[in-house]
Each structure stands twice: as C-alpha cells, then as structure tokens.
T-cell receptor, first 110, second 116 residues
Framework: RKEVEQDPGPFNVPEGATVAFNCTYSNSASQSFFWYRQDCRKEPKLLMSVYSSGNEDGRFTAQLNRASQYISLLIRDSKLSDSATYLCVAFTGGGNKLTFGTGTQLKVEL | GAVVSQHPSWVICKSGTSVKIECRSLDFQATTMFWYRQFPKQSLMLMATSNEGSKATYEQGVEKDKFLINHASLTLSTLTVTSAHPEDSSFYIC????????????FGPGTRLTVL
C-alpha cells in the first residue's frame, strides 16, 4: 500500500465548477500535510498547508481529518489556469522527509 | 522568496556516460538538500537526503555507488548519475531546506535526463 494515495484522475471540469480532491495517508506518525501543484514538466510548488481546523486561501480550501487519515482539497470557481496535477504530501518529522502522492490531474475546460 | 536553481535543465547522453546535476540555493543557506526522482505519471520519490559536510542518507533501493551525492557547501549539492542507462531516464528534482527540520523545502526546477 502506498503511503499517500490519491485518485490519479484526470478530472475534467468546466470553468466555474467546484471540484474536490481526496487523499489518504497510512503513516499515523505523519505530522504535517500539504497540497502542492505541479504543472507539466515543472517542479512542484507549494499550494497550501493543511490543518485539522481547515484552512482557506481564496478559492482553495483544505481539510485534514486525523482520525480517518484523510485530507481534502476543494477548489471553487475553477479557472483554466487551475489545470495542473495536485499532489498530496505528508511530512514525517522523524525522518525529516516529505512523501508525495502520485497526484490528481485536473483539467478545466471552457 | 527562496530560490533554488538546477543545472542543466535537461541533458541527453549516451548509455554508459556519467552525468552531473547541480542544485544551488541562491539566496539562502541550505543545511539540508534532498534529491527526488519522478518517472512519468508517478509521484516524486525521495532518493537521498544530504547534509552539508556529511555523507548523504539514501532511501531504500537507491544505489549510493550509482547516484553519488556531494554537498560540499551550504549552497551547493551535486548528484552524479554514474554509468547512466536508459532506465535512469527521469526527471530529477532537488529541494533545499533552511536550518530547521520541518522547515519549508524549496524545489529546484528539475533536470530532465534522457539516456539513449
């Protein structure tokens, strides 16, 4: 079983739609969680951290459920420029390492 | 924000040759640098963690004699793929972290290696 699992997609949505991605992690020792965005053939870029209380950054909302070991990302009012692969990432302090999911591909269409 | 550069951006080489990739932190000192590899449609996989002035720590399954890592200064780490073969073709990405464990990792733009 992969340490961080995501549905690879692709998710094809019309512009303006609301879309949600889910992620599960298996290592209960993971301390912090993040969503990264990766464009084709580019490096990943930090989108936002994820907190148990839920956090929002503009059109993006992230949520962490430690009991279920589940993380979500909600994108409202999708833009064409949101088309990318979204990576769910867990940080484990003991090993000081980030573990990446395989990513969920989003395609926003006109 | 913190900037990390990688050189070269892409490289095509013949099987059996060695390729060196540089990772530099341009405006901060990186006590720790990480090397990742990403195959098409797969996640980034951590290859090794390197701390300035000490030997790198390799992840399970990564051959340390094949992927040589040198972190000689607080702003430069190099990864050398020795005797590269077509199966080594991949996207290699480095990241750099400032002083504390758990600090944000800043990613380089990646190096695309193609071995013929």
């Amino acid at each position: 079983r992969k340490e961080v699992e995501q549905d690879p997609g692709p998710f094809n949505v019309p512009e303006g739609a609301t879309v949600a991605f889910n992620c599960t992690y298996s290592n209960s020792a993971s301390q912090s969680f993040f969503w990264y965005r990766q464009d084709c053939r580019k490096e990943p870029k930090l989108l936002m951290s994820v907190y148990s209380s839920g956090n929002e950054d503009g059109r993006f909302t992230a949520q962490l459920n430690r009991a279920s070991q589940y993380i979500s990302l909600l994108i409202r009012d999708s833009k064409l420029s949101d088309s990318a692969t979204y990576l769910c990432v867990a940080f484990t302090g003991g090993g000081n390492k980030l573990t990446f999911g395989t990513g969920t591909q989003l395609k926003v269409e006109l | 924000g913190a900037v990390v550069s990688q050189h070269p951006s892409w490289v095509i080489c013949k099987s059996g040759t060695s390729v060196k990739i540089e990772c530099r932190s341009l405006d901060f000192q990186a006590t720790t640098m990480f090397w990742y590899r990403q195959f098409p449609k797969q996640s980034l996989m951590l290859m090794a963690t390197s701390n300035e002035g000490s030997k790198a720590t390799y992840e399970q399954g990564v051959e340390k004699d094949k992927f040589l890592i040198n972190h000689a200064s607080l702003t430069l780490s190099t990864l050398t793929v020795t005797s590269a073969h077509p199966e080594d073709s991949s996207f290699y990405i480095c990241s750099a972290q400032t002083s504390g464990a758990g600090d944000t990792q800043y990613f380089g733009p990646g190096t695309r290696l193609t071995v013929l």
